[in-house]
């Protein structure tokens, strides 16, 4: 029979592949790069690719190699492959192919290679290492591991360093330049270099006509951030050698090592080519100059090398609008180089291929993805992309367009508007997302969600550190190992759990003075005795904290009834904890877990989110525990620290499009996903488009000069006149100033693109007049104007009238606290609650009236104490006091009263 990808389809009973699909499918082995546009199924065409290469007996399965950037993207595309090869192996197809039975027994004992770019190159750096030579079995660093080593070096920096920073921001900028001069393969001798040519011609030249003898200040800015990136230098060196002599890399180090050991030993690309003859790049827009070089060294054909012959199959998959990760060293420009990285057999450039059928958008949609892309698309040298387009049997899909007058008028516009898909809704609700250009600007939208009844999850709001549950964690882990900790002590007490009110903290507070007052005022001169121990640091000196006052809180009629009893459970409950912080930190970390009810709480929660932040947080506390050199919890709590500072609270578990809640997060963190409801707000300028923050490598010393960037070709050009004076010398960096910033709005106009393309039915897209603060109106964004004028706006506000006050500041917010975590919900909860005491107490009554005589007798005689009441029982309603709580204990685990131990099980919110 005539396989084709049709047929290949229909023997594995899979729905048939489009034409665009088929050409993919179907290509000779050899080099392509296949253009998919968002939502056009590359994943099912990439493992249907390998399904096709591996039944026609091109390749067998573990010579199929499949990259691509995230462990999740990893995962699903090794899913569907392998799904897709047992499918091949259980069709009769094969019989037809080849009925020796060889080859069903090649794609059953065979088993393809799926990994990400990263955990393919920490392969080679383990095989291949000692060639340069290098350290194969290096520990690999974190973000986090790599700033304490970093700061390390700064701290102990015994030469002169000519910066006027603190240690923290110089280790920060050590880091980021380390990181790009190991992402383009650049040497710290070339960037000093560069620096002191640049800086010299900079001072040497004269002023210009009518100019003044002294520089201006953008002037002399330009200089001094060369001048310090040049004295960035040796601590980036001494950083290097600080991880050789700790026989230590970080992940731009395993990628340095990687593309030379592909570039500089032909042996390695020669063994990786024999081994895998199919290789499948996925999301390639987004990689960096260390892969492009790496691939091409292995898989492609280096400059001024004859082309292979019989080289492999490489398909490259990619989306140039996509192309999103600029700011941490990818390059689209790849995607344009791949065909001369990659060639034929012949030496002429890899077929090109599109998919631009998307099964995700409504047509409405992609008019306007079609429109914010269209100056991308017109860029010369691009690759040439076309227009997305609907796929068959596509609905028709809502845009709504708003300018409001104020920020408050258009959150609530939005939260409106999802509302009411939520409640037209026939079954379940619709799959929301809102996704903001700024984390700062989650917190109000989350807020007015809720306050329509919206179940509402934060996703990433400061990295996993901030997400509450984590928050919680930590700070009984911080109580534990400094009673001192009162910020700590001060969120337990006033959170969701123990909602101490407002006099209790105080009278709390005012106890903790108590305990150790102040010494009294010195009679006469000191004698040389007490002036030497007063100089003393801290030895004589006692100090307290809320910790200490709830260990000892004092007479009961100092707080409210309730108020005491909570204090005084938190104050058992901790010391239970202090006596297990000599356990295993994994221990330690599931006991407060189990004690905060955190496990219980989270495991309540509806849809798939549940543990995933416990989870991963779990897992950094082992990773810790494995390869810190002292895991102890004091260790642990500085690396958390360091962390908050390095990688913005560490990354946040992995949170799937959620069915049963509005998701609110960044357009970066949103590709990938998909939603019915997408709600893309604050479309307004200096927001989305966002401002630049950082500068350009002209006025920023953690950026490497596009001269030397590996994707320099890519990147506007410095023409610096010869012999020119400063006038000139000034228009010439302003010219490539502006022509840089361009670049910038051309990486936002790429994120608006991906965040249109993540709506599959509704899209709501809104801006304001007036912020949250400023003296300022704001103007829409040019991507407002693109949306209005393909879809009229609902509201369309007027521009304030000049001398106009932004009503924002003349509204005083105001709150109740401690915040019931409830909200709407708290009665409908606590009434369930009582009747679930209820039922427990007629369950005890039922118990009580069936038990033989003296039973009861004899079971209190046993105990060596009667066991307590549950807590809050018959207690009286305090409604400043929070949800109440019942408890049923039983011995073993967190103590309930001196001496004993009991395992509780509490019902709360």
Same mark, same amino acid.
């Given at each position: 029979m005539?396989?084709?990808?049709?047929?290949?389809?229909?023997?594995?009973g899979?729905p048939p592949?489009t034409?665009?699909q088929?050409a993919?499918?179907a290509?000779p082995?050899r080099?392509a790069?296949?253009?998919a546009?968002?939502?056009a199924?590359k994943?099912e065409?990439?493992?249907a690719?390998v399904?096709?290469?591996v039944?026609?007996g091109e390749?067998l399965?573990?010579?199929?190699?499949?990259?691509t950037?995230?462990?999740?993207?990893?995962?699903q595309?090794?899913?569907r492959?392998?799904s897709?090869?047992r499918?091949? %192996?259980g069709?009769?197809?094969?019989?037809e192919?080849d009925?020796?039975?060889?080859?069903?027994?090649?794609?059953?004992?065979?088993?393809p290679?799926i990994?990400?770019?990263?955990?393919?190159a920490?392969?080679?750096v383990?095989e291949h290492?000692l060639?340069l030579p290098?350290?194969?079995?290096?520990?690999?660093?974190?973000?986090?591991?790599s700033?304490?080593?970093a700061h390390?070096v700064?701290?102990?920096w015994?030469d002169?360093?000519d910066?006027?920073l603190v240690?923290?921001?110089v280790?920060q900028?050590l880091l980021?330049?380390?990181?790009?001069?190991g992402?383009h393969?650049?040497h710290p001798e070339?960037v000093?270099?560069?620096?002191?040519?640049?800086?010299?011609?900079?001072a040497?030249?004269?002023?210009g006509k009518r100019?003044?003898?002294?520089?201006s200040?953008?002037?002399k800015r330009w200089?001094?951030?060369q001048?310090?990136?040049a004295?960035l230098?040796p601590l980036?060196e001494?950083?290097?050698?600080?991880?050789?002599?700790?026989?230590?890399?970080d992940?731009a180090?395993?990628?340095?090592?990687?593309a030379?050991l592909?570039a500089?030993?032909?042996e390695?690309g020669?063994a990786e080519?024999?081994t895998?003859?199919?290789v499948l790049?996925?999301e390639?827009?987004?990689t960096g100059h260390?892969?492009?070089v790496?691939?091409?060294?292995?898989?492609g054909?280096m400059?001024?090398e004859?082309?292979?012959?019989?080289g492999?199959?490489?398909?490259?998959v990619?989306d140039?609008n996509?192309?999103i990760?600029?700011?941490r060293g990818?390059?689209?420009?790849?995607?344009?180089?791949?065909?001369?990285?990659?060639?034929g057999?012949s030496?002429?450039p890899?077929?090109?291929?599109g998919?631009l059928t998307?099964?995700?958008?409504?047509?409405?949609v992609l008019?306007?993805?079609?429109? %914010?892309?269209a100056?991308l698309r017109?860029v010369p /040298?691009?690759?040439?992309?076309?227009?997305?387009?609907?796929?068959? /049997?596509?609905?028709?899909?809502?845009?709504r367009?708003?300018?409001?007058?104020?920020?408050?008028?258009?959150?609530?516009w939005?939260?409106d508007a999802i509302?009411?898909?939520w409640a037209?809704?026939?079954?379940?609700?619709p799959?929301?997302?809102?996704l903001v250009?700024r984390?700062a600007?989650?917190?109000?939208?989350?807020?007015a969600?809720?306050?329509?009844?919206?179940?509402?999850?934060?996703?990433g709001l400061g990295?996993?550190?901030?997400?509450p549950?984590?928050r919680?964690l930590?700070?009984?882990l911080?109580?534990?190992?400094?009673?001192l900790?009162?910020p700590?002590?001060a969120?337990?007490l006033?959170?969701?759990?123990w909602r101490?009110?407002?006099?209790?903290?105080?009278a709390l507070?005012?106890r903790a003075?108590e305990?150790v007052p102040g010494?009294p005022?010195?009679? /006469?001169?000191l004698?040389?005795?007490?002036l030497a121990?007063?100089a003393?640091p801290?030895?004589?000196a006692?100090?307290?904290?809320?910790?200490?006052?709830l260990?000892d809180p004092g007479?009961?009629?100092r707080?409210?009834p309730a108020?005491?009893?909570?204090?005084t459970?938190?104050?058992r409950?901790?010391?239970?904890?202090?006596?297990?912080?000599s %356990?295993?930190l994994t221990d330690?970390?599931a006991?407060?877990?189990?004690?905060?009810l955190l496990?219980a709480?989270?495991a309540?929660r509806p849809?798939?989110?549940?543990r995933a932040?416990?989870d991963?947080?779990a897992?950094?506390v082992a990773?810790f525990a494995t390869?810190a050199?002292?895991?102890?919890?004091?260790?642990?709590?500085?690396?958390?620290?360091?962390?908050e500072?390095a990688?913005?609270g560490l990354t946040?578990g992995?949170?799937?499009?959620a069915?049963d809640?509005?998701q609110v997060?960044?357009?970066?963190a949103?590709?990938?996903?998909?939603?019915?409801?997408v709600?893309v707000?604050?479309?307004?300028t200096q927001v989305?488009p966002?401002?630049?923050?950082?500068?350009?490598?002209?006025?920023n010393?953690?950026?490497l000069?596009?001269?030397l960037?590996?994707?320099?070709?890519?990147?506007?050009?410095?023409d610096?006149p010869?012999?020119g004076?400063?006038?000139q010398?000034?228009?010439?960096?302003?010219?490539?100033s502006?022509?840089?910033?361009?670049?910038?709005?051309?990486?936002?106009?790429?994120?608006?693109?991906?965040a249109?393309?993540?709506?599959?039915?509704v899209?709501?897209?809104?801006?304001?007049?007036?912020g949250?603060a400023?003296e300022?109106?704001r103007?829409?964004?040019e991507?407002?104007?693109?949306?209005a004028?393909a879809h009229?706006a609902e509201?369309?506000a007027?521009?304030?009238?000049d001398g106009?006050?932004?009503?924002?500041?003349l509204?005083q917010?105001t %709150?109740?606290?401690?915040?019931?975590?409830l909200g709407?919900r708290s009665?409908a909860?606590?009434a369930?609650?009582?009747?679930?005491r209820?039922?427990?107490?007629?369950l005890?009554?039922?118990?009580?009236?069936?038990?033989?005589?003296g039973?009861?007798?004899?079971l209190m005689?046993g105990?060596e104490?009667?066991?307590?009441?549950?807590d809050d029982?018959?207690?009286?309603a305090?409604?400043?006091?929070g949800?109440?709580?019942?408890?049923?204990?039983s011995?073993s685990?967190?103590?309930r009263?001196?001496?004993?131990?009991?395992?509780?099980?509490?019902s709360?919110r």
């Amino acid at each position: 029979m005539e396989l084709t990808p049709t047929s290949l389809a229909s023997a594995l009973g899979l729905p048939p592949p489009t034409d665009e699909q088929a050409a993919v499918i179907a290509a000779p082995a050899r080099p392509a790069l296949v253009v998919a546009g968002a939502g056009a199924g590359k994943t099912e065409t990439m493992a249907a690719r390998v399904v096709w290469l591996v039944a026609t007996g091109e390749v067998l399965p573990e010579q199929v190699l499949g990259l691509t950037f995230t462990r999740k993207a990893a995962q699903q595309l090794g899913a569907r492959v392998r799904s897709r090869l047992r499918r091949l %192996a259980g069709s009769r197809l094969l019989d037809e192919m080849d009925p020796s039975g060889a080859r069903r027994i090649a794609v059953l004992a065979g088993e393809p290679t799926i990994a990400t770019y990263h955990a393919y190159a920490g392969r080679l750096v383990g095989e291949h290492a000692l060639r340069l030579p290098a350290e194969p079995a290096a520990r690999l660093l974190g973000e986090t591991a790599s700033w304490q080593l970093a700061h390390r070096v700064v701290t102990s920096w015994a030469d002169d360093l000519d910066v006027d920073l603190v240690p923290a921001t110089v280790t920060q900028r050590l880091l980021a330049l380390a990181g790009e001069l190991g992402e383009h393969l650049v040497h710290p001798e070339a960037v000093r270099t560069h620096a002191e040519a640049l800086v010299a011609i900079l001072a040497g030249a004269p002023p210009g006509k009518r100019q003044r003898a002294e520089p201006s200040q953008t002037y002399k800015r330009w200089m001094d951030a060369q001048r310090q990136r040049a004295a960035l230098l040796p601590l980036v060196e001494a950083f290097g050698a600080r991880k050789r002599a700790e026989r230590a890399v970080d992940f731009a180090d395993q990628l340095t090592i990687a593309a030379k050991l592909a570039a500089d030993h032909p042996e390695v690309g020669a063994a990786e080519r024999a081994t895998y003859r199919a290789v499948l790049l996925d999301e390639y827009q987004d990689t960096g100059h260390a892969q492009r070089v790496l691939l091409r060294a292995l898989f492609g054909t280096m400059p001024g090398e004859p082309v292979r012959a019989e080289g492999p199959a490489v398909t490259a998959v990619g989306d140039p609008n996509q192309s999103i990760y600029g700011w941490r060293g990818a390059s689209a420009g790849n995607l344009a180089r791949f065909r001369t990285d990659f060639p034929g057999p012949s030496g002429a450039p890899a077929e090109e291929y599109g998919l631009l059928t998307s099964f995700r958008n409504p047509p409405e949609v992609l008019t306007l993805a079609n429109a %914010a892309s269209a100056p991308l698309r017109a860029v010369p /040298g691009a690759v040439g992309v076309g227009e997305l387009r609907a796929g068959p /049997g596509a609905g028709a899909g809502d845009v709504r367009v708003a300018l409001l007058s104020d920020v408050a008028a258009e959150i609530a516009w939005m939260a409106d508007a999802i509302a009411a898909q939520w409640a037209s809704a026939d079954d379940a609700p619709p799959t929301s997302a809102v996704l903001v250009r700024r984390r700062a600007d989650m917190d109000p939208i989350a807020a007015a969600l809720r306050a329509r009844g919206l179940p509402v999850e934060v996703v990433g709001l400061g990295g996993l550190l901030d997400t509450p549950e984590v928050r919680d964690l930590v700070s009984v882990l911080r109580l534990v190992a400094d009673p001192l900790a009162g910020p700590a002590a001060a969120r337990l007490l006033t959170g969701a759990r123990w909602r101490l009110g407002v006099a209790d903290l105080a009278a709390l507070w005012q106890r903790a003075r108590e305990i150790v007052p102040g010494e009294p005022a010195p009679r /006469g001169p000191l004698s040389a005795a007490e002036l030497a121990v007063g100089a003393l640091p801290g030895e004589q000196a006692e100090q307290a904290g809320l910790v200490d006052a709830l260990d000892d809180p004092g007479e009961p009629e100092r707080y409210s009834p309730a108020g005491h009893e909570r204090i005084t459970r938190l104050a058992r409950e901790l010391s239970w904890l202090r006596a297990r912080a000599s %356990a295993p930190l994994t221990d330690l970390v599931a006991d407060a877990e189990r004690m905060l009810l955190l496990d219980a709480e989270t495991a309540a929660r509806p849809g798939p989110v549940g543990r995933a932040h416990l989870d991963a947080f779990a897992d950094v506390v082992a990773d810790f525990a494995t390869g810190a050199e002292v895991a102890t919890l004091p260790a642990l709590l500085d690396f958390l620290e360091t962390a908050e500072k390095a990688e913005d609270g560490l990354t946040p578990g992995e949170v799937e499009v959620a069915p049963d809640r509005v998701q609110v997060l960044t357009v970066h963190a949103a590709k990938g996903l998909e939603w019915e409801v997408v709600a893309v707000p604050h479309l307004v300028t200096q927001v989305f488009p966002g401002r630049r923050i950082s500068g350009s490598w002209l006025t920023n010393p953690v950026e490497l000069p596009v001269a030397l960037r590996g994707d320099a070709h890519d990147l506007p050009v410095l023409d610096l006149p010869a012999d020119g004076d400063r006038k000139q010398l000034e228009d010439a960096l302003k010219e490539h100033s502006e022509a840089l910033d361009e670049r910038r709005l051309a990486e936002e106009r790429r994120l608006f693109y991906v965040a249109l393309t993540r709506s599959e039915r509704v899209l709501l897209a809104s801006g304001h007049r007036w912020g949250a603060a400023g003296e300022r109106p704001r103007e829409p964004s040019e991507f407002l104007v693109e949306v209005a004028a393909a879809h009229p706006a609902e509201h369309w506000a007027e521009a304030p009238a000049d001398g106009e006050v932004n009503p924002a500041t003349l509204d005083q917010p105001t %709150a109740s606290w401690p915040v019931d975590p409830l909200g709407l919900r708290s009665p409908a909860v606590h009434a369930g609650a009582e009747l679930v005491r209820a039922a427990v107490r007629e369950l005890e009554e039922r118990r009580t009236a069936r038990a033989e005589p003296g039973a009861q007798l004899e079971l209190m005689a046993g105990s060596e104490e009667p066991p307590e009441p549950p807590d809050d029982e018959d207690e009286p309603a305090d409604p400043g006091a929070g949800p109440r709580t019942s408890t049923c204990c039983s011995p073993s685990g967190p103590p309930r009263g001196p001496g004993r131990q009991w395992r509780c099980r509490r019902s709360s919110r």
